[in-house]
T-cell receptor, first 116, second 112 residues
């Protein structure tokens, strides 16, 4: 049973044309993350939500935005994709119990974004 | 700033061998260390999580150890199988923002 679901699996867009990637979860986790992973590289955290609180990484380009309308869904918006934004985008969730009791992050299968 | 390194970048072994994958991190003040598996074109599957207070974790043929003081973790795979072929990534949770920092992974191929 899929627990973190990303749609679509493959997305092709044109240079400069806005695109939205979606992620949904059935785990009821309070934390959701978006990572960018380029070929043969480590996943890089773009931002995360702790419940409704948005946390942007310092080096995440302004071109990238995110929305979390409810616990189950989170969206990644790329306002004007450039060739350098072609990558696998991974969504992950975790339950944060606080007090240092960190739990594993659960990942979706990713969306591979291509830019024409 | 935390940096995580994995060596080797790629490894090829015959079926049945026991093997060790290495992971090192620069900031020893970590909350935990996770090992993931990634199949081609797929997301990450969590294999083992070692809390900072622990020394090792085991799951089936997998054993992960953690030495915080030296900034190192190893993933031991016993009796390797072709189905173990994948990229293995380690990641350290650290910093005030509790950010997960990944290594670039070791691509493992187990030959039948």
């Amino acid at each position: 049973d899929a627990m973190v679901i990303q749609n679509p699996r493959y997305q092709v867009t044109q240079f400069g044309k806005p695109v939205t990637l979606s992620c949904s979860q059935t785990l009821n986790h309070n934390v959701m993350y978006w990572y960018q992973q380029k070929s043969s590289q480590a996943p890089k955290l773009l931002f995360h939500y702790y419940d409704k609180d948005f946390n942007n990484e310092a080096d995440t380009p302004d071109n990238f935005q995110s929305r979390r309308p409810n616990t189950s869904f989170c969206f990644l918006d790329i306002r004007s994709p450039g060739l350098g934004d072609a990558a696998m985008y991974l969504c992950a969730t975790s339950r944060d119990f606080g007090q240092g009791r960190d739990q594993p992050q659960h990942f979706g299968d990713g969306t591979r974004l291509s830019i024409l | 700033k935390q940096e995580v390194t994995q060596i080797p970048a790629a490894l090829s072994v015959p079926e049945g061998e026991n093997l060790v994958l290495n992971c090192s991190f620069t900031d020893s003040a970590i909350y935990n260390l996770q090992w993931f598996r990634q199949d081609p074109g797929k997301g990450l599957t969590s294999l083992l999580l070692i809390q900072s207070s622990q020394r090792e974790q085991t799951s089936g043929r997998l054993n992960a150890s953690l030495d915080k003081s030296s900034g190192r973790s190893t993933l031991y795979i016993a009796a390797s199988q072709p189905g173990d072929s994948a990229t293995y990534l380690c990641a350290a949770l650290s910093g005030s923002a509790r950010q997960l920092t990944f290594g670039s992974g070791t691509q493992l191929t187990v030959l039948p």
